[in-house]
């Protein structure tokens, strides 16, 4: 059994990583784990702060976050704490309609007719609206940093059901199509700790544990289904394991 780290990552999966503490976002096909850049974000405005508790005592939520006053004034020195409230905003969820490949999308200025990054959120970096060739950026902007990156968003999911022969049970799986077989093993390791007594067959075939579902010939036909006005779940490809008897113990 080779036991591989998670490389690609469904909706659902980014959507639970929604609080301060915990921010992961989508774009353009990366994850990114924006927890650390948040912690930064929040260091640079030191004004007093609003507890976001609704009940305000000497003893804050673990998930409770301190609002700066000055933020609704829209002062300059917390154009940075804008950015990051506005990343908490979208924890969870795609931000790619932010940008045009790697970078901002743009629209022309109405006073100095140039082109420059559209943020209608709020400003990510002290950018001169005037073009200069002395300005540069401090630091790597952040969508651009891989080390925030943890893995990649899947272009689709599917559902997969894999039945325990043995005992007789099945579980449904939502998994990435880009995944190989012994990926999909990791997301059903939880459900079966000795999954490496069993051989993965479906149609009576064994399955090739580096490939895909599709280059498995496990096809996801919900288009068809869907192109006929029949349910997307009527049917689906079910994994049969079987027990290999190796004298380990089988669950």
Same mark, same amino acid.
Request: proline share 6%.
């Given at each position: ?5 998670? &490389? %690609? ?5 980014? @959507?639970?990583?929604?609080? @301060? ?13 924006? *927890? ?6 929040? /260091?640079?405005?030191? =004004?007093?702060?609003?507890?976001? =508790? ?11 976050? &301190?609002?700066?006053?000055? $933020? ?12 990051? #409230? *506005?990343?908490?905003?979208? @924890? ?6 932010? $940008? ?6 743009? %629209? ?17 970096? &002290? ?5 200069? +060739? ?19 968003? *899947? @272009? /689709?999911? /599917? ?7 043995? *005992?007789?049970?099945?579980? #449904?799986? &939502? ?12 997301? %059903? ?5 000795? #999954?490496?007594? %069993? ?12 490939? +895909? ?10 288009? /068809? $289904?869907?192109?006929v006005a029949l349910p997307e779940n009527i049917y689906v490809p079910d994994i049969l394991l079987y027990y290999n008897d190796d004298l380990t113990e089988g669950t």
């Open positions: 059994m080779i036991y591989t780290k998670q &490389e %690609y990552y469904t909706p659902a999966e980014v @959507a639970i990583h929604n609080k @301060a503490n915990d921010c992961w976002v989508s774009l353009n096909g990366k994850v990114l784990d924006m *927890t650390s850049w948040l912690e930064k974000q929040f /260091r640079y405005c030191k =004004c007093p702060k609003d507890c976001s =508790c609704p009940n305000k005592n000497w003893y804050c939520a673990d998930d409770c976050i &301190e609002y700066c006053r000055c $933020f609704k004034m829209g002062y300059e020195y917390c154009d940075a704490k804008r950015l990051a #409230m *506005t990343i908490l905003a979208y @924890a969870g969820k795609d931000v790619s309609h932010w $940008f045009k490949a790697e970078d901002w999308i743009t %629209y022309v200025h109405p006073i100095v007719g140039s082109r420059i990054p559209f943020m209608r959120h709020g400003p990510s970096f &002290e950018q001169p609206v005037v073009p200069s +060739t002395r300005w540069r950026p401090i630091a790597k902007p952040w969508w651009l940093d891989d080390s925030i990156v943890v893995g990649k968003l *899947t @272009a /689709r999911t /599917r559902p997969i059901r894999i039945t325990n022969t043995l *005992t007789s049970s099945s579980v #449904m799986l &939502e998994v990435c199509s880009e995944e190989t077989i012994y990926q999909i093993m990791m997301r %059903y390791l939880p459900h079966n700790a000795h #999954m490496h007594s %069993y051989t993965w067959r479906h149609l009576g075939k064994p399955l090739k544990y580096h490939r +895909t579902l599709e280059q498995n010939k496990v096809y996801d036909e919900r288009d /068809r $289904f869907s192109d």
